[in-house]
């Protein structure tokens, strides 16, 4: 199994951005997706996580409003729109698939090479 995130980049305080995430090498859509960020010195955190038909989300309470997890099963991809950005949003961020079909089940087979997210301020 293979994520490879995309998408990141230096943007500015209140800017937008959209990771993309793609999974190869096994079936992903009977799992749901999520993403997680780490920032330097700090340990990994879950931010949002979508159910394999994408009827369900999940989100922080730091990025529930500004974040949107979707997901297309046909192209075995999921995304992260990233809006009203912050410079505390700043960090890699990873894609992850997985165990179960709900999101609300927080356990996680396989992770991806993250992106690296700058926002400044």
């Known amino acids: 199994v293979q994520l490879q995130a995309s998408g990141g980049g230096l943007v500015q305080a209140g800017g937008s951005l959209r990771l993309s995430c793609t999974a190869s090498?096994?079936?992903?859509?009977?799992?749901?997706m999520g993403w997680f960020r780490q920032a330097p010195g700090k340990e990994r955190e879950f931010v949002a996580a979508i159910s394999r038909t994408g009827s369900m989300t999940k989100y922080a309470d730091s990025v529930k409003g500004r974040f949107t997890i979707s997901r297309d099963n046909a192209k075995n991809m999921v995304y992260l729109q990233m809006n009203s950005l912050k410079p505390e949003d700043t960090a890699v961020y990873s894609c992850?698939?997985?165990?179960?079909?709900?999101?609300?089940?927080?356990?996680?087979?396989?992770w991806g090479q993250g992106t690296q997210v700058t926002v400044s301020s």
């Open positions: 992850a698939v997985g165990r179960y079909g709900s999101p609300q089940i927080m356990q996680y087979d396989y």
């Open positions: 090498g096994g079936i992903f859509s009977d799992r749901a």
